[in-house]
């Protein structure tokens, strides 16, 4: 019976990782995989504040003011507001945007 379970086993490793398996890395807008390129929503930012007290980070995004832990177009999660990047995650995705 062993012998038979090798297959799928070596099928789950040829598959492609999800992404909350993969590493934490945070990845650029174009190393994301195309189709999900294709589909990420259109975010217009067009300023941000950073703290050292997260609770006071912000960035206008589409015309809104947004804060850490909020989704400023649907799916999207707005992880973390940095000194110039802000880190976004998208269908398992963790990607940078600058501003």
Known sequence: MREARKPASAQVASSPLPATAASNRVLSV???PADVQR???KLAISGGVYSD???QRMLI???QVVGEGAE???GVLLEQIRAKTAVLKYRGYRYAVAY
């Open 30 to 32: 174009n190393e994301l």
């Open 39 to 41: 589909e990420l929503p």
């Open 53 to 55: 007290n997260p609770a």
């Open 61 to 63: 995004v589409n015309g």
């Open 72 to 74: 400023p177009a649907p």
